[in-house]
């Protein structure tokens, strides 16, 4: 699977296409922004772990507070979780991982981003561990670099949905080099809340 890098391709073809419509579009009105702007989101993600071709089905759920935005652009804490329901036969992948986030307001409902998180990870191995160099190993917890890119898509007021890709490193595994790099995809929904009760600031 590839999900990390379709996500990819996606946003940068959603920008180019809405680019010249946003910008005119901000010469005439001023974007309607909150000051502050805290989100919650889950949905459903497809992992490849990136060992022996190991694949998992999961849940992913997160927490945005995004900051005041600046040059048409919103920098957002953002904290998230990965957990597998289907854990495939070879590994499974769980995460909570924090970091920062840039939000590319090209208009009022279409907001590609990249982030950088940062953050601890277990991995499982199987029902009967994964041999390797002589030793099963039944599980490993490391540090998870993970950047990534998406799109947000707001759907109304408070509602919208994500499409995020995020490439993850993880090290301290049975590999040859110590290091595994997993693929995740993901597609959810996205609930926001207002912080000015109904109002907008322009």
């Known amino acids: 699977m590839k999900q990390a890098k379709s996500v990819l391709m996606l946003a ?5 296409l809405s680019s010249a419509s946003a910008a005119r579009a901000q010469r005439t009105n001023a974007t309607a922004v909150q000051p502050l702007q805290l989100s919650v989101f889950g949905g459903a993600s497809g992992v490849y772990t990136g060992l022996s071709g190991g694949r998992n089905l999961s849940v ?33 992948q769980r995460d909570i991982l924090g970091g920062l ?5 090209l208009n009022h409902r279409l907001h ?7 953050g601890r990870g277990q991995m499982n191995y199987g029902t009967y561990g994964f041999l390797y160099n002589n030793y099963i190993y039944a599980l490993t917890t490391t540090y998870v670099y993970s950047p990534g890119a998406g799109i947000d898509y707001q759907l109304s007021e408070h509602l919208g949905i994500k499409v995020d890709g ?6 301290s595994t ?29």
């Open 12 to 16: 940068l073809l959603l920008a180019t």
């Open 60 to 92: 992913a759920a997160g927490i945005d507070l995004g900051l005041p935005p600046l040059l048409g652009m919103r920098p957002t804490v953002e904290v998230r979780g990965l957990y597998p329901v289907d854990i495939g036969v070879i590994d499974s």
């Open 101 to 105: 986030k840039v939000d590319f307001l």
């Open 112 to 118: 590609p981003y990249a982030d950088f998180l940062f």
């Open 166 to 171: 995020q490439y993850q490193r993880w090290s």
């Open 174 to 202: 049975p590999t040859p080099s110590g290091t595994i790099y997993s693929e995740v995809g993901t597609v959810g929904l996205i609930y926001i809340f207002d912080f000015n009760h109904g109002g907008v600031t322009h």
